[in-house]
Structures are given as C-alpha cells and as structure tokens.
C-alpha cells in the first residue's frame, strides 16, 4: 500500500469505519429511495424519462436504464458498479425532461456543462446519490484466478464466485482510482439527495499519482505516455463515454483543416489522446469515465488529473464546484502567473 | 492418426515456424490486454487470455493498412503497391470463433465480381493454428451460432491443450504437411480420450440455447419498429463493438500525403460513427444512433444473411465483455425474437 | 548530420504587438537567427493549442507565441486568455515528458525590435541547446509504419 | 512487391484485374466552369495510356472514383458517353476537399481513376421503347451522357421517342448550355429545359420540373422514365408519373450515397443487402419499394 495513502486513511480512520458499517443499509435505503422518487417524478409527470442504473447482464456490471414508466421504476438499482457518467446522454436528449442519477462527479459534469449551455435549467430534474465509490471491475477479475461468474456486495465486501471458487475481498482495495481520491462524493447540486451527504475524505492523497509520475525524468515520462496511447484502436469511447465531449464536430473528424490522420501511426494516437485530454481543461469533473471506457485499459486519469490540478493551483478552480465562478479557461485574473513568459 | 506436442517443445517448435513463416500469435500489451503481432521471439506468445481483445481478423485485414505509396516527380507519380505478402504466414492461437468470423469475411473480400487482393493475398499465404477453447467464458455463446469452442472448421491444425502437452489434429492439406513435423510426436489412446473429455466439457458451458432461427425473417419486418428507438438509447455511439467484432469488416479509403509523396491507407470504419455514412452535401441518412444501431444489427443478422447465407456473428462475446455500457447483443436477439410484430397484433 | 542541424522555429506572432515589432526589427536592421519562420495571427489568444501541436507534429523544432504586453491587446483582453491557455498548456506538454523550452512564450510590442531580436536569439539558443525532437514528430522514416504490421 | 510507373505501365491491365483499389492514371485536358455560381466544373480526362483507353468500357450511368493525389478519391457519374471515344467527362460540384482540389486542378495534372463502377442504366431494357428523361439541376451528368448515347447516330434506332424534362433553379445553373441548344434544334429529340425562376434574357420556359411534366405529359405507353435530380423533385414529380400510369418497373433513378471502396467491399453505402456502388446506383422504383427507406 501507498505510504500516503496510509497516512490519510488513518486521518479519517473513524469516518471510514462508521460509512462502512452502514453500507448495507445506506444502499439498500438509496435504492429505495431512488425508486421512489422516480415513481413520483413519472406519476407527477414531473420528468418524460428517468435515467438511472438496472441489473447489468454481467457480474460486476450495472447498466444504463432508461424508463418511461411506473412499471418499471422497480428496475432501478444502486449498487459500487453503477459506474457510469450517465450526464453523457443529456447532449441526445434536448427535447426531453429528465430525471437523471447523478453521484458526485455526475453533479459535477453537470454544472461544468450548465456553464456552456447544454441545457435549458429546468429541463432536469437532479436525483441525487451520495456516493459510496465505485468498484473497478477489471480490478477484481485481476485479483482471481477464474472467470467469476456470480458477484455481490456485502457490507465491505464484495463477494465473488466461480466454477470453483468463492472469494471474499475487501470493497476498499478494489476501487476506481478516480474514486479513491475523490472529495466531491455528495452531489453539489440536486434537486434531491436520497441518502445522507457522506462525510469527505480522500483515500488516498488525491493526486498522489501525478506528483510521484512528475518525479520521473522527461523521457520516461513520454515513455509511459507512448506505450500507453500505443494500444489506442481510436474506437472513441473515451470521447463518447465523456460528458463533456459533444463538438458537433470533433477535431479528429475535421477534414478541412485536416489536423490528423485517422490511422494507427503512433504520433497520431499522441497528438489525439494530448489534445482529447487538453480540451478537457477546467471542464473535467474527474469522473473517470473515459479511463473506464477504454477497451485497451489505457490510463487517461493521469492526464485529466494533472490538468485539473494545474487549474486548481494556477487558477484556484475546481470543475462543478459552484455554479457561478466561470470556467478557468473562459476568463482571466490581470495578477495570473506569468513567469513563463519572455 | 493424432499428435503431440509437448510443451517442453512448445518454443523451440515456434522457433522452427519463424524459420519458414510470419507468425502470428497473441501478445500481452498490458495486464489483462492482448492484441495479435508478428512475432520477433517465442516469448512474446501469450496464450493466457481466453481471447484477445482485437480478433484474428486483424492479421488479414489490419485496422489501418497501406494499400499503395506515391511519389511524385514533376507531373507523374510513381505508385507503388503493398498488395504482395512477402513470406507466408502462420497465426498460431486463434480461438474458433475468430476462425469462424474468418470464414465469414472470406466471402466478403473475395467476391464474385472483385477480388479484394489486400486481404486474399495475406489468407492464401497464412496457415492457421487453432486453439481449441477449453475455458469459453460465460458471455460466449458459438454454440448458438453454429460453432462451438472446438469448432473445427476453418483451422489447418487445431491445439488441444492437454496441459503438459497440446494435442495436435491436422485438419487440413496446409495442416498436413506439419506431419513430419519433429516436435509432434503420435499422441497416446489415453491423451486423445483426454481431449475428448476436456472438449465436452467445454461444450457444455456455452450457451447453444440462444434463439437466432428465424431472425432475418423477423428483421424483415423490422426496419421501422420503434424497437430501435428503445434498444439504442444507452448506446453511447463508440466503436468497441465493431472494431472488436472478429466480423464486421467495414472500411474507410484515405490519402496521408507528406508534400510530394504520400500513401492511400484503409482504416477500420464503423457503422456507429456519424461519419460512415454522411455525404459531402451533409446529407446523412443515418442522422441518430438509432438508424446507426439499426444498421449494425441489421446487417449481421439480416443483411449478411441475405447475401451470404449465413449470421455475421459468431458468438465470440467480445461487445459484450467491452461495451462502457453493457449493451448486451444476447438480449438484443432475445427481444428481436420476442417483440410482437405488425402483423401479429 | 547533427552539426550542420539548425533548428527551424515556427512564431505565432500577434498582429498588433509582436509581428509588428518583428517588422520594426527588420526595418531597423537589426540582425536575428534566421531559424525562425513567421506566421501572423490576429490576436495571441486566437492560438488554438492544435496549431502548436500539429507544428511539433510536423517536425517543427521549437515554437514561440508572442503577443502584446499585458494590458495592450487590441482586444482588450486577448492575450490574457491566450496567457491562461498557454500556462495550462506548456504544463501539460511537459507534464507528457516535452523538453522544457520547445514550446516558448514572450511578449513583444510594436516598439520593440531590438527586443524582438533578443528573444528570437534566446528561443534559437535553447532550441539549440535542445537538439532536434526525438519524440511527438512523424517524419517520412516513420511514415507508413503501422502498428498492426 | 509491386512496383510500376504510372506513365509506363508495364502491365497495367492485368493490374487493374488483380487489385481493384489501384488507379488507372489520366491527365486533365480540359477544365470549364459549368454555371454561373462557380459550383459546377466540367473536367475532360484522357488516358495516359492506350492501352487503358481500349480497355475501359462503359454504359451510361455508371461511375468513377477519382484520385487527386494526397487528397483522396471521390465518386462521381461519368458525363460522357461510350460514343465520346478516348476522353471521359466529369461535372463536378464543388463541396469537400476531392472536389475543391478538382476544381483548381491545372491542365495537363495527372490524376487517378478507377471504374467503370457500379450496373449503369439498363439499356437492354430500353431498346425499341420511348424513352422519357427527367433531370434537375448538377444531377443531370449522367443523363447527359444516356442523350448523347442515343442521339449517336449508330445508336438512334435502338430507342423511339427521346422526351427530355431538364430544370434548374436558374438560367445559369443550367449544365450543357451549348449542347442544350444543339439539342433544342434537333428533331429527332423532344426536349424541355425549365427553370424555376427566369431572367431577363431567358426566353424558354419558367416553372417547377413536376408541373412541365404533367404540362407534357408524354404517354406512359411502351416508355421507360429516367428521373434523377434533387430529393424534392422526385418527391414531387414521382406521383405526376404515377398519374401519367408509368408502373413502378418502368421508372428508374440513380442513387447517391457516400462511397469509399466503390466495389461493395467497404460497407457504408448499402440500402438494405444491397449496395449502391456494385449493384446500383441505378435502381427501379419497383426495386426500391422493396429496400428499406435508408437512404
């Protein structure tokens, strides 16, 4: 384990151990809770659709639910797998009153996408899940030697099985890495909070990662880089699964000014996965939602992170956070830093 | 008659095919990631993971494939085609159900009226080495579409891996002339019986249960229904899907141009980018993601059937294990079956 | 090969401030590497951080964006949006493992040639000192590579 | 690997059989500017080689995708007709990076081709029937190249009665002015040029292609229709032909769709199980009341 990550779980040692206790219970409430209140936005026709988390077709999984009617609001779940930014679907739904499953990071995306316009105000309808982290799938199968083929939460726990195995693993050593250094686990805006707001705390240092990989030399840092983008097959779900991607035209689609190429060859997967990530400056809420939806498993966190915090110290501005400071990178400071330049 | 190969040999045996051939075998990138690469020493080949995340296809038909260079002096261009494969060409690991998608894209790229010669040129020289599927996982489901994780079809020489040796079953004239091959030894009663153990076994765990009879008739019937509207909505339109389908085998045609010499290239396209079908004038007649989703399971299940007779899916699982959002193509089919038609009502 | 290698240094310059002021150093005579390449731009802030990226891509050794002083913009403010892109950007570029020094930043007015000079020289220097790009550029070697041959 | 100089090609012919994807090299003779917007060019190619030249066989209604070098390959309908011997014909609208590059393209440039592509209109079918064309505005290239086919003189006395309805939104946007007028002497050809808006200097007709149509109204009897043009204008000129009892067999149209591979390979035209490039873009109405509207 990570020194500093040690350092700051012993810091918030009791507020871990009380959130772990009431796990089981706080899920299921939120579960409930969620069914409720869709149940009531529907009846209301406060909402035209609901778009939350159903049972996934896989262990590990959640998937996507979108519902219409009452019926169906018993489909909804809440569990560490309802991993997904589902504010990505806003940008298709213009037309539509949605009610929409936000955690922390999800509230966040939506208040940096308020700022640009995306949406009318009242044409959402927040419901909000304090957040307990959610669990990285990929993690877990690495941890077992097996398919696993059933798996469910215990308190803590997540309990997995195969064919010819039950394993027991602590929830807490297989969390997303955007999840572990996450602070914002209560949703900053909703319209309702269904579940008590979480105490916040970090796991681990938030960008320890960035800190330690900025200790690297130059060149092993484009090492890294290169070896990661090189497994890129440019399938784009990182820019689809992102909130905060919906260019009516994206730059690698542009033909005319024609910036890249749209093959394999390593400086083109770069210069994609360099300006993919830059875009995202002060506009990324950390979710993580491009990391998670990445085939090849290429690490695109450490880049969105770094940004956030060069904006964070340059600028003092942190995604979603409020509704009024504009984005970083829309205004300006006559003091900002300029030491760089000639 | 069946063979051996111990595993002891199993290298030193790689080390005689890159004597003779280009081989093709899958490759750890990172934990949990493998693509196919030619192969520069034995120790790269893992056969760890139950599939790759990028098919077999990927060796006949690459993601992004030069097809010929220019260069230009004064007026003219010199062009030079990248149609010839140099070497033949073996692809040692490839699980059934890539073999499978092989055989269906055959038909695409060789063709009756032109000969796609990027592709035809590297399977004539390729020989390929199945490896019998002896964990298939449980979103695989080959069984229901006419496969299965010992399917046998399509190999030249298929392995069984009997863990201290692999089986060998030459299936093929291409596999028969690794018959004097040295490190195969004559495979005893007991290994041959094991075999068949460790195949029905492996059998048995696939789903074959999967109800596709019928389906292109019922897709017929189809284009219009507001299912599309409603299966495609958590679609969040990436391509996982169809780049990592061992069948779907679109393509897009571009020039990379360097001042006076440059390259035509195709790269994999897919029918879920916005771009595969617009026109200059900005007509798309696939505006949304719903004409897109239709489009991709219309043409495995109704249109590929119409033309070559048989499903574009081979039940490999790869969309399912991948998709950010489990779209998940199994329950896609079930409700294709189940949802009551216009004239049924 | 490497001795004769002078690095060819693509300038973004504004129009109002730092063209001008390369203008001026002309008219004054006064002598600047020759290795920089001008390319004129309304404004320092209208840089789209593509520019620079498919410069580099392209093979361009070393790039400088000069715009007007602070508080001179034509636009007003200009090139305060363009300084807030260019801090997050020169440290992202590094962050990825760029040299430090490959992309620069300056700024320059209309009145100041001899400055102009200066700093075109300085960028020269370290570009120099940098050597030519070993990461980040496609050339025609690589040209036609592709990851799945 | 398969090295050849384009200007001496040593084997071309048998190349061409081999890889469908390598261009056959020609030169631009000519360049003019079609219509008064500067949208629309006209570009005459001949072969580099003669061997090329006795090789390609086409009929009208059949395409081409041209390569600019460095810039790409697009498909465009061949405005020439077979009885045009050694040059093919191009009319070009100015849209996306291929046609743009084309439009400023010098004479004497070399370019790629590779065709013919795709079935053509179905001249078997029309020989001995009356022939109705209807053309709208840039669509009207490869119709072009069917009139002058028949108004050869070897091939008159396949087809009875030409009518030909040809509109365009202005005087100036009209294609072919010249031949137009060549044409408007003839006798042995009915032609009608309309526009939807006049000039001062425009003396022939003014109004909407679906209302001259029905002002014509040529019979229906023992007549194919060709209609290409603008999605409006087949939508509303469609049901006029119905009125006029074409059956749906007997009308037939050119689809376009975004092309790449051109030979039914790369996947991205396709209207239900088939495919514009290879088994079209010619296509019956009989036809495509069978496909899906996915076009």
């Not at chain 1, 969390?175 to 705390?201: M, N, W």
């Not at chain 2, 599939?51 to 003219?76: A, C, D, H, I, L």
């Not at chain 2, 007649?285 to 897109?292: G, H, K, M, V």
Request: charged share 25%; glycine share 6%; hydrophobic share 35%.
């Amino acid at each position: 384990m990570l020194s500093s990550e040690f350092v700051v779980r012993s810091k918030h040692i009791n507020a871990l151990n009380t959130e772990l206790k009431t796990l089981n219970f706080s899920r299921a409430m939120i579960q409930e809770k969620i069914r409720e209140k869709a149940r009531e936005l529907l009846s209301k026709k406060a909402v035209d659709l609901i778009i939350g988390f159903g049972e996934g077709s896989l262990p590990l999984r959640a998937t996507p639910l979108f519902i219409r009617s009452l019926e169906e609001t018993d489909r909804l779940i809440w569990n560490s797998f309802c991993e997904n930014n589902l504010s990505t679907y806003l940008h298709k739904l213009s037309q539509f009153k949605v009610g929409l499953v936000v955690k922390g990071c999800d509230a966040r995306s939506i208040i940096a996408l308020s700022h640009e316009k995306r949406f009318k105000p009242d044409q959402l309808f927040l419901i909000g899940v304090p957040c307990q982290r959610m669990v990285d799938r990929r993690r877990v199968k690495k941890a077992v030697k097996g398919e696993i083929l059933r798996a469910h939460e215990q308190g803590d726990q997540i309990i997995v099985e195969g064919e010819d195995f039950k394993t027991i693993l602590k929830r807490e050593d297989f969390l997303y890495p955007s999840c572990q250094g996450c602070i914002h686990r209560t949703p900053i805006k909703a319209d309702v909070l269904v579940g008590d707001p979480v105490e916040e705390f970090p796991l681990i240092e938030t960008y320890h990662e960035i800190e330690e990989f900025e200790k690297k030399s130059p060149e092993e840092r484009w090492k890294f880089f290169e070896k990661e983008s090189s497994r890129c097959i440019r399938c784009d779900a990182c820019r689809e699964a992102c909130p905060m991607c919906y260019c009516a035209e994206c730059f690698v689609d542009s033909s005319n000014p024609k910036w890249m190429e749209k093959g394999l060859s390593p400086q083109d997967l770069e210069f994609y996965h360099i300006v993919r990530a830059y875009h995202q400056t002060g506009r990324c809420s950390g979710c993580g939602a491009c990391e998670r939806a990445c085939p090849m498993e290429i690490r695109l966190t450490y880049l969105t992170q770094k940004l956030n915090w060069d904006v964070k110290e340059l600028f003092d501005f942190e995604t979603g956070i409020d509704a009024e400071t504009p984005p970083p990178l829309s205004t300006y400071e006559i003091e900002d830093k300029q030491e760089f330049i000639k | 008659m069946k063979w051996k190969l111990d595993k002891k040999d199993f290298k030193p045996f790689l080390q005689s095919l890159m004597v003779e051939y280009d081989l093709f075998a899958p490759v750890q990138l990172a934990e949990g990631v493998s693509v196919y690469k030619k192969i520069d020493r034995p120790d790269e080949v893992d056969l760890s993971s139950s599939n790759t995340q990028k098919p077999t296809k990927e060796v006949f038909f690459p993601q992004s494939e030069t097809m010929f260079r220019y260069e230009k002096t004064g007026n003219q261009h010199q062009v030079t085609s990248t149609e010839e494969v140099e070497r033949k060409r073996v692809i040692l690991g490839a699980r059934p159900c890539d073999i499978q998608a092989v055989l269906l894209i055959d038909q695409v790229f060789s063709g009756k009226e032109y000969t796609d010669v990027y592709y035809v040129n590297k399977r004539k020289a390729t020989t390929i080495i199945g490896m019998a599927c002896d964990h298939p996982l449980s979103p695989c489901f080959c069984s229901s579409m006419k496969g299965g994780p010992f399917h046998r079809e399509g190999s030249d020489l298929l392995l069984i891996d009997l863990g201290e040796a692999y089986l060998v079953e030459l299936l093929t004239e291409k596999g028969m002339t690794f018959q004097k091959n040295k490190f195969f030894k004559e495979a005893l009663a007991k290994e041959i019986n094991s075999a068949k153990e460790i195949e029905e076994r492996a059998t048995k765990k696939t789903d074959g249960s999967l109800p596709v009879a019928g389906i292109e008739k019922r897709l017929d019937q189809m284009m219009e229904s507001p299912f599309w509207e409603r299966v495609q909505e958590k679609c969040i339109g990436c391509r996982i899907c169809t780049y990592l389908c061992p069948t779907c085998h679109c393509f897009d045609i571009v020039d990379e141009a360097l001042t006076n010499k440059g390259q035509r290239v195709r790269n994999w396209d897919s029918c879920l980018s916005s771009l595969y079908s617009q026109e200059t004038s900005g007509h798309n007649p696939r505006p949304t993601n719903r004409e897109r989703t239709r489009q991709r399971i219309m043409h495995k299940f109704n249109y590929f059937p119409k033309n070559f007779d048989r499903i574009a899916c081979v039940g490999c699982g790869r969309c399912i294990i991948y998709c950010p959002v489990n779209f998940d193509i199994r329950q896609t089919i079930k409700e294709i079956q189940n949802s009551i038609l216009q004239n049924e009502k | 090969m490497e001795d004769h290698w002078e690095p060819k240094i693509l300038a973004f310059l504004c129009n109002w401030c730092s063209y001008a002021g390369a203008d001026l150093a002309g008219t004054s005579r006064i002598q600047y590497p020759p290795n920089v390449r001008v390319i004129r731009v309304p404004c320092s802030g209208r840089i789209n951080p593509l520019f620079i990226l498919k410069a580099l891509q392209s093979g361009i050794d070393g790039v400088l964006v000069s715009g007007c002083h602070p508080g001179d913009c034509h636009y007003l403010s200009g090139n305060y949006i363009g300084r807030r892109k260019s801090a997050t950007l020169k440290r992202f570029l590094e962050y990825l493992g760029f040299e430090e020094g490959r992309v620069q930043f300056s700024w320059v007015s209309a009145a100041e040639g001899g400055r102009f000079s200066q700093v075109v020289d300085e960028v020269t220097q370290d570009i120099k000192k940098l050597g030519p790009p070993r990461r980040f550029v496609k050339t025609s070697v690589e040209f036609g590579v592709r990851s799945s041959e | 690997m398969t090295a050849y100089i384009l200007h001496f090609a040593l084997c071309i012919e048998e190349l061409m059989m081999e890889n469908p994807y390598l261009p056959i090299p020609m030169v631009v003779k000519k360049s003019h500017l079609e219509t008064t917007d500067r949208m629309l060019r006209t570009l005459e190619f001949s072969f580099i080689n003669e061997k090329d030249a006795k090789a390609f066989h086409f009929i009208p209604g059949q395409f081409c995708e041209l390569s600019v070098f460095g810039k790409g390959e697009a498909p465009f309908g061949i405005a020439s007709s077979p009885t045009e011997n050694g040059s093919l014909k191009f009319t070009i609208n100015k849209a996306g990076v291929v046609t743009t590059t084309l439009h400023q393209i010098e004479e004497g440039t070399e370019v790629g081709i590779r065709g013919p592509l795709g079935n053509g209109y179905p001249m078997d079918l029309f020989q001995k029937k009356n022939i109705l064309i209807i053309g709208g505005g840039f669509a009207f290239t490869t119709l072009r190249s069917l009139i002058t086919f028949f108004l050869h003189p070897a091939n008159r006395n396949k087809v009875k009665d030409i009518t030909v309805i040809y509109g365009a939104r202005t005087p100036g946007l009209l294609l072919y002015k010249e031949e137009l007028v060549e044409w408007g002497k003839r006798s042995d050809i009915k032609l009608v040029v309309t526009v939807d808006q006049g000039d001062k200097d425009w003396k022939g007709k003014v109004g909407l292609v679906p209302n001259v149509l029905e002002e014509v109204a040529p019979s229906s009897e023992n007549t194919y229709a060709v209609i290409c043009g603008p999605p409006i204008m087949i939508k509303f000129t469609f049901p006029k032909l119905m009125a006029l009892r074409f059956p749906n067999e007997r009308i037939y149209t050119s689809l376009e769709k975004r092309m790449k591979c051109g030979i039914g390979k790369c996947g991205r035209c396709n209207i239900g199980h088939l495919y514009v490039c290879k088994d079209g873009p010619v296509f019956s109405y009989a036809q495509l009341e069978k496909l899906p509207k996915d076009y």
